[in-house]
């Protein structure tokens, strides 16, 4: 009777032990960060223009007040 139960035990140790081993190892790969790439304003060279159309305004209109006569 021992032997028989000694041979079952051993049995189901074997057979618990392949199902506990079944899947082998996780392997995690992690992915790499996406770029973000920043687009330039459309709207980029108004400001500038602006600026620009305003020095002109002031250098073309100049000082146009009179002198006084004495």
Do not use: Y
């Not at 899947?23 to 459309?42: D, F, L, M």
């Amino acid at each position: 009777m021992k032997k028989i139960v000694a041979t079952l035990l051993s049995g189901a140790f074997a057979l618990s032990s392949t199902a506990a081993m079944a899947g082998g190892p996780v392997v995690v790969v992690e992915e790499g960060q996406p770029e973000v790439v920043a687009e330039s304003p459309r709207s980029g060279w108004i400001v500038p223009v602006v600026v620009g159309l305003v020095v002109l305004c002031a250098i073309a209109c100049g000082n146009d007040d009179e002198e006084v006569p004495e």
